[in-house]
Nanobody
């Protein structure tokens, strides 16, 4: 059974940093794209960043490209999202996802975690 478990969310002041983790288990993810998405209240879920497990290739949303960094640790089967210079508009529930391709599209992901709340105060 595939499991994606997010951790690392919390409350931080604007300008601060957080690192989210996504621990993956239940199958081999080599070749998969591992993505982070977020959903703010009243808004649709949106793409944040993704990394291909096999070669580390990454893609980012323009809104986070300079501030966020996605990475993976193959030995720990864990994907990270380092978030710097956080803004109040980054406040959302952040979800980890796994899919067979590296894509910005929500529909391209087969497995989803439960999410972790990130709140950025002004």
């Amino acid at each position: 059974q595939v499991q994606l478990v997010e951790s690392g969310g919390g409350l931080v002041q604007a300008g601060g940093s957080l690192r989210l983790s996504c621990a993956a288990s239940g199958r081999t993810f080599n070749g998969y794209g591992m993505g982070w998405f977020r959903q703010a209240p009243g808004k649709e879920r949106e793409f944040v960043a993704a990394v291909r497990w096999s070669d580390g290739n990454t893609i980012y949303a323009n809104s986070v490209k300079v501030r966020f960094t996605i990475s993976r640790d193959n030995a720990k089967n864990t994907v990270y999202l380092q978030m710097n210079s956080l803004k109040p508009e980054d406040t959302a529930v952040y979800y980890c996802a796994a899919g067979r391709v590296l894509t910005r599209l929500t529909g391209g992901y087969d497995y989803w975690g439960q999410g972790t709340q990130v709140t950025v105060s002004s």
